[in-house]
């Protein structure tokens, strides 16, 4: 498996993939030199290269030679049955004329890119990984839908994340009535300013209610909306060890995002035992079960979003009902078992089809 990530969301799910597949297959890792070791088994190979996710890394790994022939010195000899690629990294489509005799799949985990993010490169990767891979995996039925790529494009779903409930404290009895939580990354396609909309209402409705926002970004945009008031901040890069804390101080979890294709916040939520307000963008509906698991409404709708968290922290016994259903939906569709067996599954469909031969 190859990443150009060295930490965070991306690194969580590929540790936590190749854990379990490694538990029945040799598995091997190629990524940044510095990455983050901390969730990888111990039976997982990780192998650190001079590769990455920065345009100066890019242009660095490419004038120099050398790295480049190292990289595809290391593939070559782990003669892979599979490799398969997480992200589309632009550096990795140079390699690809030298990497045909492998059986490839890509995982795309954003199908377009972010509202305010960078385009033009993320367009032209995702075309080309989808063009020269074997199979694609997406994380939602819209996702599939959105790509076009037929049957070689597999949906199977974003893991959980319950290792974040390794670092120990109380999963119920830490909850803060009235609280809401909005975590990871500041980002405009994340609609805190909807968010930030419902909360003069929310907390004339509910006393006490206080929205904590967690999370490195800019948060220049949304000042003249923050009230301290209602409001708590930690704009800062979290820690793993701390990110269980925050959610199990809430009540509830809310993804209030504007466009987005699917999300690892919803499995923390669900590994803590917290249900989720989300909206109606890309794939993250298909993870939650209105009514049971969390609330879906509309983006772009601060009236909505405040009408779904109201309901909820008026009724702590019905977050708590709604917590413990995500969590059971977690363990039966989301555990990395399942993602697992699907993606070997995956991977035994292509290698049949690139080497006919089924006992691959």
Not at 157 to 166: L, V
Request: proline share 6%.
């Amino acid at each position: 498996m190859i990443t150009d990530n060295v930490s965070g969301g991306i690194v969580h799910y590929v540790s936590q993939l190749t854990n379990t597949l490694a538990e029945e297959d040799e598995t091997v890792v190629f990524a940044p030199i510095g990455v983050d070791r901390q969730h990888f088994s111990p039976k997982v190979r990780v192998e650190e290269l001079p590769v990455g996710n920065t345009i100066r890394n890019f242009i660095v790994n490419t004038a120099l030679f050398p790295r480049a022939a190292r990289f595809l010195a290391a593939i070559r000899r782990e003669k892979p049955e599979v490799i398969h690629f997480q992200l589309t990294p632009p550096w990795f489509l140079l390699f690809f004329p030298f990497l045909r005799e492998y059986p490839m799949v890509t995982t795309i985990h954003d199908v377009r890119p972010h509202t305010g993010s960078r385009a033009f490169d993320q367009v032209i990767s995702n075309d080309a990984y989808l063009a020269h891979s074997d199979a694609i995996i997406v994380h939602g039925q819209w996702a599939k839908e959105v790509l076009g790529a037929g049957e070689k494009c597999h949906v199977i779903p974003h893991g959980d994340y319950a290792f974040f409930g390794d670092y120990g404290g109380d999963e119920i009895s830490a909850a803060e009535k009235g609280t809401i939580l909005f975590f990871g990354r500041i980002e405009e396609y994340k609609g805190l300013s909807y968010l930030l909309g419902a909360m003069p209402g929310i907390a004339q409705r509910v006393p006490g209610a206080k929205l904590v926002i967690v999370g490195s970004g800019d948060l220049s945009p949304y000042q003249t909306a923050i009230d301290p008031t209602w409001c708590e901040v930690h704009n800062r890069y979290v820690r793993d060890d701390e990110v269980a804390g925050f959610f199990r101080r809430a009540a509830v979890v809310a993804l209030p995002y504007i466009e987005g294709t699917q999300t690892g916040i919803i499995p923390i939520a669900y590994a803590l035992k917290k249900p989720v307000v989300v909206t109606a963008v890309g794939s993250i509906p298909e993870v939650v079960d209105e009514g049971k698991t969390g609330y879906i409404v509309r983006p772009h709708d601060a009236d909505a979003l405040e009408e779904a968290l109201v309901e909820l922290l008026k009724d702590p016994d019905r977050c708590v009902e709604m917590g413990e259903a995500g969590y059971q939906k977690m363990q039966a569709e989301l555990s990395w078992e399942v993602v697992a067996d699907r993606t070997r599954a995956v991977y035994r469909e292509i290698m049949k089809e690139k080497n006919g031969d089924a006992g691959s």
